[in-house]
């Protein structure tokens, strides 16, 4: 659970960009779009794979 102790003085608006703050980094909206659809191993390997290609294309392409 996420707990944001709101300090005395500080406005709700404050309080609640860093609650957003510590719920992106907990990565649970990441998680769950992940799990919403099955993704078989062979096409999860085939993505890496192209997705590590394209990256080593850009780093020479820098170069």
């Not at 659970?1 to 703050?21: D, H, P």
């Not at 799990?35 to 850009?58: E, G, T, W």
């Amino acid at each position: 659970m996420i707990v944001v102790q709101v300090k005395e003085g500080e406005n709700i608006e404050r309080a609640l960009r860093r609650f957003k703050r510590k719920y992106e980094r907990t990565g649970i909206v990441k998680e769950l779009r992940k799990r919403k659809a099955f993704i078989k191993p062979s096409v999860q390997k085939r993505k890496d794979k192209q997705h590590a290609v394209y990256v080593q294309q850009l780093q020479e392409n820098e170069d």
